[in-house]
């Protein structure tokens, strides 16, 4: 019998160019990507940890403009296999849970600038899993049947078998990217804040450049906690989670737009995320930080800016279960502009 406190504290967490050589790059101008990528730095899925804080110590120095290839666990750091079974859920070890790669120290980051990881490689595991469990999920009241699934992932084609005439396609993406908050307490991984953390926002696929405030020197980035496929919302509380290798772009962005929360950007679209205890809330923030982003790139007044939120931005949750906040992001699309 699997107890219902470990069933919901399990499903939380899992709902889960040295300085010198810096170029000052604007936030609204993604970095170009090249199309054969050898990193300059590799860490593994031993190269881990599983809180935010100021006080871990970092895997790697690098400087801004570095290319890393990093492999990460599945959601549970490793204690899960295609073959698992639902009595596993009760048996996980909750300190090997949301394991991240990292910290990396990006060198000449400062409080104050912006990070930039542009999101190169997304390499899923040959399987994933996704399970249910009671206590947690939007629609927790009514599901309260433990169920765990296990899935081959079909790379080839890229879709994974969901149930027979049912195929799902595989659209990989970190479930948590984030830097290092202003503090040496050990935050837990469980919901994002405004250093990212645990945003589980689908749209964070290959081509992806996310912006991160920066709040400690070094800015100690990690990734994790990584998803074969997701809808927005993750509403039954597990996504495809699944081992994957990245290779990302990470560099320090100086004297251009700050911001306080992560935003992020394709070639199509403009996107700003908010975080809260509420739809609402986060939804609101969302919207004010695309009104600023509006006024400070696009030369509109804040009320012109709010109209054109109204006309074009489009609100879409990203996340509601990785409580005690949810993620809400607003896109704007780039073809709305004169030149994009």
């Given at each position: 019998?699997?107890?219902?406190?470990?069933?919901?504290?399990?499903?939380?967490?899992?709902?889960?160019?040295?300085?010198?050589?810096?170029?000052?790059?604007?936030?609204?101008?993604?970095?170009?990507?090249?199309?054969?990528?050898?990193?300059?730095?590799?860490?593994?899925?031993?190269?881990?940890?599983?809180?935010?804080?100021?006080?871990?110590?970092?895997?790697?120095?690098?400087?801004?403009?570095?290319?890393?290839?990093?492999?990460?666990?599945?959601?549970t750091?490793?204690?899960?296999?295609?073959?698992?079974?639902?009595?596993?859920?009760?048996?996980?070890?909750?300190?090997?849970?949301?394991?991240?790669?990292?910290?990396?120290?990006?060198?000449g980051?400062?409080?104050?600038?912006?990070?930039?990881?542009?999101?190169?490689?997304?390499?899923?595991?040959?399987?994933?899993?996704?399970?249910?469990?009671p206590?947690?999920?939007?629609?927790?009241?009514?599901?309260?049947?433990?169920?765990?699934?296990?899935?081959?992932?079909?790379k080839?084609?890229?879709?994974?078998?969901?149930?027979?005439?049912?195929?799902?396609?595989?659209?990989?993406?970190?479930?948590?990217?984030?830097?290092?908050?202003?503090?040496?307490?050990?935050?837990?991984?469980?919901?994002?804040?405004?250093?990212?953390?645990?945003?589980?926002?689908?749209?964070?696929?290959?081509?992806?450049?996310?912006?991160?405030?920066?709040?400690?020197?070094?800015?100690?980035?990690?990734?994790?906690?990584?998803?074969?496929?997701?809808?927005?919302?993750?509403?039954?509380g597990?996504?495809?989670?699944?081992p994957?290798?990245?290779?990302?772009?990470?560099?320090?962005?100086?004297?251009?737009?700050?911001?306080?929360?992560?935003?992020?950007?394709?070639?199509?679209?403009?996107?700003?995320?908010?975080?809260?205890?509420?739809?609402?809330?986060?939804?609101?923030?969302?919207?004010?930080?695309?009104?600023?982003?509006?006024?400070?790139?696009?030369?509109?007044?804040?009320?012109?800016?709010?109209?054109?939120?109204?006309?074009?931005?489009?609100?879409?949750?990203?996340?509601?279960?990785?409580?005690?906040?949810?993620?809400?992001?607003?896109?704007?699309?780039k073809?709305?502009?004169?030149?994009?």
């Open positions: 019998m699997i107890r219902l406190t470990a069933l919901i504290l399990i499903l939380c967490l899992l709902g889960c160019a040295q300085a010198q050589n810096e170029t000052v790059v604007e936030t609204g101008a993604p970095l170009e990507a090249t199309e054969t990528i050898e990193p300059d730095f590799v860490l593994t899925d031993e190269q881990t940890h599983d809180k935010f804080s100021s006080a871990i110590p970092p895997a790697v120095r690098v400087p801004s403009g570095s290319v890393i290839e990093v492999t990460t666990h599945e959601a750091g490793g204690q899960f296999a295609l073959d698992s079974t639902v009595e596993a859920l009760g048996s996980i070890d909750m300190d090997r849970v949301h394991t991240l790669t990292g910290p990396v120290y990006v060198e980051a400062e409080w104050g600038d912006v990070l930039a990881v542009e999101l190169l490689e997304l390499e899923t595991a040959d399987w994933g899993w996704m399970a249910i469990l206590g947690f999920g939007f629609l927790a009241d009514e599901f309260q049947q433990a169920v765990y699934r296990g899935f081959p992932l079909n080839e084609e890229g879709v994974l078998e969901f149930a027979e005439g049912v195929r799902v396609p595989l659209e990989p993406f970190p479930g948590v990217m984030g830097v290092a908050p202003d503090t040496d307490e050990m935050l837990n991984t469980i919901p994002p804040r405004a250093n990212g953390g645990n945003m589980d926002d689908p749209n964070l696929v290959a081509g992806t450049t996310v912006y991160f405030p920066v709040f400690v020197e070094g800015a100690l980035f990690s990734i994790g906690d990584t998803h074969g496929a997701q809808g927005l919302g993750e509403v039954s597990t996504a495809i989670e699944t994957m290798r990245i290779v990302y772009r990470i560099s320090v962005l100086k004297g251009g737009r700050s911001i306080e929360e992560p935003q992020y950007e394709t070639d199509t679209y403009y996107a700003t995320t908010g975080f809260g205890t509420t739809i609402d809330e986060a939804a609101k923030k969302a919207t004010r930080y695309m009104i600023d982003y509006i006024v400070e790139t696009r030369g509109l007044d804040r009320d012109e800016a709010y109209m054109l939120c109204s006309l074009a931005g489009d609100l879409k949750i990203a996340e509601t279960v990785d409580v005690p906040h949810m993620l809400v992001s607003m896109h704007l699309p073809s709305i502009f004169s030149g994009g």
